[in-house]
């Protein structure tokens, strides 16, 4: 699968794009004043696989806890932050290893200024997240009138009449923006060309399939999440920083897929990837899976986050079953257990029997020294060990009774109520030679 060549950034140790791994992500929903409770989750978090934490810094309490939480986190932490510079430059000086903030909300270019320099003297990162569901107002496609404006911004390829909004808050910081202007001109240069560069790439069969078939809605959402994320890029372009990561996320899939094709085409800095608010349960599995397995297999996507109503250690499996199924990652001790549909040649209650193999390997599933292992669940023993070839071992069902194999070759034959106790043993027979 062709990745999008992006510019790489530093996340504590994890590098996430230029074609480093696919890094899986998740968030507490612990208070992070807590740090105790915070350092638990975080704890089953990593265990499941969790290589960046993000943690919500909503007040001082949280900033307080957060030396300690770094400190015995093992995985980076990055401080989530709306609209509040001085809880960003503080949780920058107490060793995040990068912010999610969005530096349009934080109140103007001295505030964004502040928040940078605290950046470039930790050297960490800024994550600016667009989400449909708190575009700036202006963006909010109600009207046509409106669609239209955002269309025509987004159609510039020089600054953008925000920028120019921007640049003229007030007479000092016209003054400073001039100077920037100055400066920044070989940046901002290479900066277009970057963008113009990827403006006349070729589209592929699957993107241009996908542009006949978005409907309007999705189209004026979805460039209305790229003109959001282009504004906030500027004010930190305007500090001349460039240590980026972007997402832009819908609750709909054809949006998120639309916006991120979009914003590829215009910058090279390193998507972090969801479906945000995907919901709870399979529902929400699947609907991330949809978007998430859709973006990947565009070569769009260097960090992923699965958002579901749910703890987040099932964010973070579900998170590597998509990576998995796409042969894009798989973690050690990652287990995957594959069984087949059943059909009218099935003789056993197959349906139990993977529950039972599924919960007996669940501790497997998380041991991390643990190797890979694929187990097949199969109904019939005529197909079963053909079907499942690649699986190491498995078991297939006959009459009342069923067999053992080992990758594709029967092995033993056992009556259906010792299957499940056959498999294990053999497993354990297996890892043991
Ligand atoms: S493995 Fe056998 S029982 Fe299962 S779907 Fe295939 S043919 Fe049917």
């Known amino acids: 699968m062709k990745r999008r060549a992006t510019r790489m950034v530093k996340i504590g140790d994890v590098p996430v794009g230029a074609g480093h791994p696919i890094s899986v992500q998740s968030m507490t929903n612990t208070q992070t004043s807590d740090a105790k409770a915070t350092l638990e989750q975080i704890s089953e978090l990593k265990a499941a696989g969790c290589e960046i934490i993000r943690v919500a810094v909503p007040d001082r309490a949280a900033v307080q806890a957060l030396p300690e939480i770094i400190a015995e986190a093992g995985i980076p932490v990055v401080a989530d932050i709306h609209f509040n510079h001085r809880l960003a430059i503080a949780s920058a000086r107490a060793g995040v290893q990068a912010l999610r903030i969005n530096p349009g909300n934080i109140g103007g270019r001295e505030k964004v200024r502040q928040v940078v320099k605290a950046c470039q003297e930790q050297g960490i990162p800024i994550r600016i997240g667009v989400n449909s569901g708190s575009l700036e107002k202006d963006l909010i496609p109600e009207s046509s009138s409106e669609s239209e404006r955002i269309s025509n911004e987004y159609s510039e390829s020089g600054p953008t009449a925000h920028t120019e909004t921007l640049r003229s808050e007030s007479p000092k910081e016209n003054q400073t923006a001039s100077l920037a202007e100055t400066h920044d001109k070989p940046q901002t240069a290479s900066h277009i060309d970057r963008q113009k560069k990827h403006q006349t790439a070729p589209e592929t069969e699957s993107t241009s399939q996908m542009k006949s078939q978005k409907d309007p809605q999705t189209n004026q959402m979805a460039k209305a999440l790229v003109t959001s994320a282009a504004r906030h890029i500027e004010y930190l372009d305007l500090e001349n920083f460039h240590n980026i990561i972007v ?102 209650d197959l349906e139990r029997i993977a529950r039972e193999v599924r919960q007996a390997l669940r501790e497997r599933a998380s041991d991390s020294e643990a190797p890979p292992l694929t187990v097949a669940v199969m109904g019939c023993a005529v197909n079963g060990p053909g079907e499942a070839a690649r699986a190491d071992i498995g078991l297939a069902g006959g009459k009342k009774s069923g067999v053992i194999f080992r990758q594709g070759k029967v092995v033993k034959k056992v009556p259906e109520e010792e299957l499940v106790s056959a498999l294990l043993e053999e497993i354990n027979k297996m890892e043991c030679e």
Request: charge should be positive.
């Open 247 to 348: 997402s832009l996320k819908s609750s709909s899939v054809p949006e998120t897929l639309e916006a991120n094709r979009l914003f590829a085409k215009r910058f090279d800095y390193p998507l972090h990837i969801g479906i945000t608010e995907a919901g709870a349960g399979r529902s929400g599995e699947i609907k991330s899976a949809s978007g998430i397995a859709a973006l990947l297999s565009q070569g769009l996507g260097d960090t992923v986050r699965v958002s579901l109503t749910d703890h987040p250690v099932q964010e973070v499996q579900v998170a590597y079953k998509i990576l998995a199924s796409l042969g894009l990652r798989r973690r050690p001790g990652n287990l995957e257990i594959i069984s087949c549909p059943t059909c009218g040649r099935t003789e056993i």
